[in-house]
Each structure stands twice: as C-alpha cells, then as structure tokens.
C-alpha cells in the first residue's frame, strides 16, 4: 500500500501561485509515477501534470503548460505541483496520484484524499 497525503491548497487572487506537495508513503519500494489530477463542481476530474519516476518525463494538460511545474524532492517521497499566474478556472480539488507507470496514470493504483484550491477572481 502506498499513501498519499496532500496539502498546500488554498485560496489565492488570480494571477497569484501556489504550490502543492503530495507525501508519499508506505511501500514505496517500486518505483510509480505520480501525477496530479483536479475536479471542479459538475465536471469530470481531469489529468493536470504527471511525471516518471525519475522525473526526466512529464505531461502536463493543455489548460496549464506554461503555468504549472511538477517535481519530486531528492529522495522521491514528495511531489510538487508549483502552480503559477493561476486563473479563476483553475478553482477545483487537487488530488495526487500514483500509478505503475506513466502510461497508465489515469488508471492510478492510488489516491490522495485532495486539497480545495480556490482562485477568485
């Protein structure tokens, strides 16, 4: 079992930034991507950035490159999600996914629980 535990959501004035950190543990003795996904009311949840586990490989969702980073921290127990000149539409729940590989992050083994983050215009 793998556990992820979310934070850094919050509210924020368009245009500001953020970050989100997603802690990995429990077995973490394989190697998983991790991604972040977001749902806003009434819509379906969607893939906002992923990374290998070594971290060479990303993807991001349209609606963000240019504006959002993921990384991981040195030992790989921590994923970041920097979130730049952030817009109203992002308002949505963050939530922080790991999956046996990249290819397949949208079937992720494991969830977060999410963070609220809230954009006002």
């Known amino acids: 079992q793998v556990q992820l535990v979310e934070s850094g959501g919050g509210l924020v004035q368009a245009g500001g930034s953020l970050r989100l950190s997603c802690a990995v543990s429990?077995?973490?003795?394989?190697?998983?991507?991790m991604g972040w996904f977001r749902q806003a009311p009434g819509k379906e949840r969607e893939l906002v950035a992923a990374t290998s586990w070594i971290g060479i490989t990303t993807q991001y969702g349209d609606s963000v490159k240019g504006r959002f980073t993921i990384s991981k921290n040195g030992a790989g127990n921590t994923v970041y999600l920097q979130m730049n000149s952030l817009k109203p539409e992002d308002t949505a729940v963050y939530y922080c996914?790991?999956?046996?590989?990249?290819?397949?992050?949208?079937?992720?083994?494991?969830w977060g629980q999410g963070t609220q983050v809230t954009v006002s215009s």
């Open positions: 429990g077995r973490t003795d394989r190697s998983y991507a």
């Open positions: 996914a790991a999956a046996k590989s990249l290819a397949t992050i949208t079937l992720a083994d494991y």
